[in-house]
Structure formats: structure tokens, C-alpha cells
């Protein structure tokens, strides 16, 4: 697997805050200011409109790298113990 980069070219936000802004916007519903006003308490001071524009381009590329990193069916299975009856024997 590869290492996440430290820095996108052309960003001057390193990619850990980018990577945290786009997780507190998809799991938790957060607003754009209001992820902006929980990055301001730790010290970054970042547009909201920045945070707009990274959530559809980093978005759809950390949901990709996640969904390669999921088993595949028919990777590992796990049975439990189980018991049936077919047609009443």
C-alpha cells in the first residue's frame, strides 16, 4: 500500500489537515463553517470555501483508497456454529 502523501502539490495546507477536514464533514454531517470554526480552535485558519472545494476532490479519492482496502468476497469467510433442519429431518 502507499504511504499518504505529506503535502499535495499546489495546496499550502499540509495533507493531514485536508484529510481531517473532509473526515469532519462525511461521517459526522458537520457544516463547512462549522468544521472551520473546530480547525480554528486548533490553531488553522482555513476558509470555509477551502473546505468546499477540497470535499468533492479529496472525497471521491480517500473513499477509492478505502474502498480497495476492503475484503473482497470470498477473501475469508466465518461460520458460526449453525444448525437447520431441511424439510423437517
Do not use: Q
Not at 21 to 27: G, M, S
Not at 50 to 65: D, L, M, N, T, Y
Amino acid at each position: 500500500m502507499t504511504p499518504e502523501p505529506a503535502t499535495y502539490p499546489g495546496y499550502r495546507f499540509p495533507a493531514e489537515v485536508i484529510r481531517h477536514a473532509v473526515w469532519l464533514y462525511h461521517p459526522f454531517s458537520l457544516s463547512l463553517r462549522d468544521i472551520e470554526l473546530i480547525l480554528a480552535e486548533r490553531g488553522i485558519l482555513v476558509t470555509h470555501e477551502s473546505i468546499r472545494r477540497w470535499v468533492p476532490k479529496f472525497g471521491a479519492e480517500f473513499a477509492g483508497r478505502l474502498r480497495k482496502r476492503r475484503p473482497r468476497p470470498g477473501d475469508t469467510w466465518h461460520l458460526d456454529e449453525m444448525f437447520l433442519k431441511v424439510n423437517g429431518d
